[in-house]
């Protein structure tokens, strides 16, 4: 197996995890378990409560289920607000990272000659990089919030612990991170050869080399002394 059919198998591998990983990380938006409590209210029945990003919900026993929304936009906690737009970006340059890996991609054959596929695709792997690194910001902000007032002895109101969408967000931003690096190296490493190679044969170019201006050998002094004797001759 040459190299050129190694980096197109790394680079489909890396796609494979980067679109689990963003698949991920979609998912932990409309998931209602980002946190979750449990109150024993009475001796049959216990009350479970449970929010995301969007919404606080309730439900007990019984199976009866009540969400309600956050009513204020603006009355959000700050760190709402920054996991919301940092999770949303995350799944925007997820998106952008796809379609530039897909066109950079050397089994596609659409981005041109390989310099131009492997610049390409190493945008795609900045796009994943930078989903991953602002996924896991989000996650682990929110997390942070979460334990920080769970641990807090001084903290009365109602604690929380962690709910199942942020351990999946930390594994989809994992892998987003993962492939998006390995996608950087190897495109970076085609980079750096293309461009020596480039300029190794524009120093080689025969049409670049510089032809010397003919030295005074003999010949030249030679018609130098005819002229003179032919001056001479005239004068005579």
């Not at 390995?182 to 670049?208: N, V």
Request: with cysteine; glycine share 8%; proline share 3%.
């Amino acid at each position: 197996m040459d190299h050129r059919a190694v980096l197109m198998y790394a680079e489909i591998g890396c796609f494979v995890v980067c679109v689990s990983g963003w698949i991920l990380v979609c998912s932990t938006m409309p998931t209602e378990y980002w946190t979750y409590s449990e109150v024993q209210s009475l001796v049959l029945t216990s009350s479970h409560y449970y929010s995301n990003l969007w919404k606080d919900c309730i439900s007990d026993s019984t199976g009866v289920t009540d969400c309600k929304g956050f009513p204020s936009l603006l009355a959000l906690q700050t760190h709402i607000h920054l996991c919301r737009s940092l999770i949303i970006i995350s799944i925007i340059l997820g998106f952008f990272g796809g379609v530039l890996a897909l066109v950079g991609m050397k089994c596609t054959k659409l981005g041109g000659s390989e310099t131009i596929n492997a610049r390409i695709t190493f945008s795609a792997g900045i796009n994943y990089l930078l989903s991953g690194l602002s996924a896991v910001f989000a996650y682990s902000w929110y997390g942070n919030k979460v334990i920080s007032a769970f641990m807090d002895p001084n903290y009365k109101e109602k604690k929380f612990e962690l709910g199942a969408a942020l351990f999946v967000g930390w594994g989809g931003s994992a892998l987003l991170i993962t492939a998006g690096l390995i996608y950087c190296i190897i495109t970076g490493q085609e980079i750096c050869q293309s461009s020596s190679k480039t300029e190794e044969t524009s120093y080689c170019d025969p049409s670049s080399t510089y032809t010397h201006p003919p030295s005074s050998g003999p010949e030249r002094d030679d018609k130098q002394e005819f002229k003179s004797s032919r001056v001479t001759t005239a004068y005579v």
